[in-house]
């Protein structure tokens, strides 16, 4: 049972859960302005948790032929025959059980928006059949993770700092696209969709940037809004410095160290960028 329970964690990559939990935890303290409810952010996990393992349970279950016939993903646990199709599903809809029961034990408004948040992430995983925009869809539904945590403490969406969201959208589409390109050739021989396979990985590099710049702003327009004050602010120069740094680890004709680039650097952006939130709120509580 336990090795099961590892394998399939391994499967949806739980770990990564790092890269959205940061800004659910960014919306929650900018709701509260300060730590917020320590029942809360209990339920927050809990509810961050649920939602990603059933997306990526589903991710893995309707790309199971496609990863199969990829040289990349075909060690990935279910078309390597580590895990069945029924128990991943078991893991989907237990998790998205957990998910609901966590919204629900939030507020009114967080359990209402909760299956518009948990269909947009089982979407994404069908977008790449039909868009080469499915990173910016991948990006709208982790947008959902600094709204949500804000909801789960306010309980309304009055005064949330929306151009948090679109920096995380476009933060996420960024790096998705770089990540693609390691696909791209195997995206155009059996017809997938992603920018890299439309546009050339070059392109799609620069594209990559151009959504990184943006993102950059739109995180700078999230202190201004939300008044933090200069401690959040070193915090986007580090997370800008991050995001420089993932574009020149990796290039279009190597994409070696693009696994370095991927994990290590955006873990890093999103803890950065919410520490910095906290710390700035914590200080200006302080001197206020």
Not at 97 to 123: D, E, K, R
Not at 148 to 177: C, K, M, N, R, Y
Request: charged share 10%; aromatic share 14%; with cysteine.
């Amino acid at each position: 049972m336990l090795k099961k329970i590892a394998i399939l964690l391994e499967m949806i990559k739980f770990k990564l859960t790092v890269f959205a939990m940061p800004f659910a935890f960014m919306g929650a303290f900018l709701a509260a302005g300060g730590f917020p409810n320590v029942t809360v952010i209990f339920w927050v996990i809990i509810a961050m948790v649920g939602a990603r393992t059933a997306a990526m349970g589903f991710n893995r279950i309707v790309d199971r032929k496609f990863d199969g016939a990829n040289p990349r993903t075909a060690d990935r646990a279910i078309p390597a025959g580590q895990v069945k199709i029924v128990e991943a599903w078991v893991m989907v809809i237990v998790a998205a059980c957990v998910f609901f029961a966590a919204c629900y034990n939030l507020n009114n408004l967080t359990l209402l928006l909760s299956p518009l948040a948990l269909i947009l992430t089982f979407f994404y995983s069908l977008t790449k059949r039909f868009t080469s925009l499915c990173h910016v869809v991948l990006g709208l539904a982790l947008s959902f993770s600094p709204l949500g945590g804000w909801v789960a403490v306010s309980g309304t969406l009055e005064g949330f700092p929306f151009v948090l969201s679109l920096g995380v959208l476009f933060w996420v589409a960024g790096f998705d696209t770089i990540y693609a390109c390691l696909d791209a050739d195997f995206d155009t021989t059996i017809r997938l969709h992603s920018l890299p396979a439309r546009l050339g990985r070059k392109k799609a590099f620069r594209l990559a940037g151009l959504f990184h710049c943006i993102a950059f702003a739109l995180f700078v327009a999230t202190g201004v809004y939300c008044q933090l004050n200069m401690i959040y602010y070193i915090g986007v120069l580090l997370a800008a410095g991050a995001l420089l740094y993932q574009h020149i680890l990796v290039s279009p004709s190597d994409l070696s160290r693009i696994h370095a680039s991927f994990f290590s650097m955006n873990g890093f952006i999103s803890i950065v960028l919410f520490m910095a939130t906290w710390l700035s709120l914590a200080s200006s509580e302080i001197f206020a």
